[in-house]
């Protein structure tokens, strides 16, 4: 009964004093971005922080004087960090259009709110067409002037901790009594 005791005491201990990151994927939301030429991008992607692989991306336009309204769906691969390129279809081909989104800190599983990289003049955050079949090299039409991403953090909720190292605590007071009837 007292090994018992111990094990159901240090598991509660345990329980109770670590909350671990729960790694994993995240569903960000755009929030207040806006192209020069007046277009509005709305909607989600999930990020997985473990690998590093965007899904479930879920993009829409409203378009602007200079780029079409458009439903973005699918992440081109890239060779740069933070480097998000949603064109219109999959698989990417030339003259396909682009939604450019560069984060000016790495997504992770931790949420928050990151702004979204703004234009400049030696860096280009833009909506244009793939300029190759790859669509490494792309025309920018109009530059990404505002806007961020939002996300809840993956961890549980504390009340888990609490139901769990409550559930083993009587466990312990009464294990012997629900040993005796098993």
């Known amino acids: 009964m ?5 094990i159901a005491l240090g598991l509660v201990l345990l329980f109770a004093t670590t909350f671990p990151a729960w790694a994993g994927s995240i569903t960000w939301d755009l929030s207040g971005v806006t192209s020069s030429d007046g277009a509005i991008y709305s909607g989600s992607f999930v990020f997985n922080a473990d690998t590093g692989i965007y899904s479930s991306i879920d993009i829409v336009s409203t378009g602007g004087s200079l780029t079409p309204a458009d439903t973005y769906t699918y992440q081109v691969p ?3 960090d933070n480097m998000f390129l ?4 999959s698989p990417p ?3 396909v259009w682009l939604l450019n989104l560069e984060f000016t800190t790495g997504l992770t599983d931790a949420g928050g709110t990151i702004p979204i990289a703004l234009s400049s003049a030696q860096h280009t ?3 244009g067409t793939c300029m190759d079949a790859a669509c490494t090299t792309f025309h920018p039409v109009s530059d990404i002037i505002s806007g961020s991403v939002v996300a ?3 961890t549980p909720e504390p009340g888990t901790f609490v139901l769990l190292g409550s559930a083993v605590l009587l466990l312990a007071v009464f294990g012997k009594r ?3 009837v098993f």
Request: hydrophobic share 50%; no cysteine; aromatic share 0%.
């Open 178 to 180: 629900l040993l005796g």
């Open 86 to 89: 949603v064109p219109l279809a």
């Open 2 to 6: 007292r090994n018992l005791r111990n």
């Open 93 to 95: 081909a030339v003259g």
């Open 152 to 154: 809840q953090p993956s």
């Open 78 to 80: 890239s060779v740069e």
């Open 125 to 127: 955050i833009a909506v």
